[in-house]
């Protein structure tokens, strides 16, 4: 199993609303990392878990809260967001964060009305 | 710190032609260096990799990359592109002393003609 699973693959939400994405992987791997990708852009890290412990956050406001459950799950709790959050956001992960491979799940797509 | 550069916002080739994307990067200390392809609505996709050794890496859908130190370059090639090749390449980074989470480049939109 070399997948990273995302739900949902679509969200739309209002700004007051408190929704959360998942991301799941079953490879063993020990690092986990949240992205957000705006249109015809790079992926822009947002957030890294290593052996379930957050080990950077970019500057990320804190409207986007992640979670690390266990090794093998992930979740980006959202709240109060604004419409510029509307984008592509990407879980990946890796076997640790010393390798630089990672494995990206298929995204899920916000919209913030 | 390193980067990526990737000059060519959008490549546009015919079928069945050569095509080679470009990537320079920079940084004080030893790279991996890596190309991720993205199809529509899709993630990200890991083509190739160089760790070390052989600096001609070959990788998935008959792509392959030169690593060149002396140039810092890491451009991709394939020598007869589908129509289904057409996708955003991703040349990305990463380097020790510290973490090895790689940077991204911006990005190159190639588009196979017919």
């Known amino acids: 199993d070399t997948e990273v699973t995302q739900t949902p693959k679509h969200l739309v939400m209002g700004m007051t609303n408190k929704k959360s994405l998942k991301c799941e992987q079953h490879m063993g791997h020990r690092a986990m990392y949240w992205y957000k990708q705006k249109a015809k852009k790079p992926p822009e890290l947002m957030f890294v878990y290593s052996y379930e412990k957050l080990s950077i956050n970019e500057s990320v406001p804190s409207r986007f809260s992640p979670e690390c459950p266990n090794s093998s799950l992930l979740n980006l709790h959202l709240h109060a967001l604004q419409p510029e959050d509307s984008a592509l956001y990407l879980c990946?992960?890796?076997?640790?964060?010393?390798?630089?491979?990672?494995?990206f799940g298929e995204g899920s797509r916000l919209t913030v009305l | 710190a390193q980067s990526v550069t990737q000059l060519d916002s959008q490549v546009p080739v015919f079928e069945e032609a050569p095509v080679e994307l470009r990537c320079n990067y920079s940084?004080?200390?030893?790279?991996?260096l890596f190309w991720y392809v993205q199809y529509p609505n899709q993630g990200l996709q890991l083509l190739l990799k160089y760790l070390s050794g052989s600096t001609l890496v070959k990788g998935i859908n008959g792509f392959e990359a030169e690593f060149n130190k002396s140039q810092t370059s890491f451009h991709l090639r394939k020598p007869s592109v589908h129509i289904s090749d057409t996708a955003e390449y991703f040349c990305a980074v990463s380097a020790s002393g510290g973490s090895y989470i790689p940077t991204f480049g911006r990005g190159t939109s190639l588009i196979v003609h017919p």
């Open positions: 990946a992960s890796s076997r640790t964060t010393n390798t630089g491979e990672l494995f």
């Open positions: 940084s004080s200390v030893s790279v991996y």
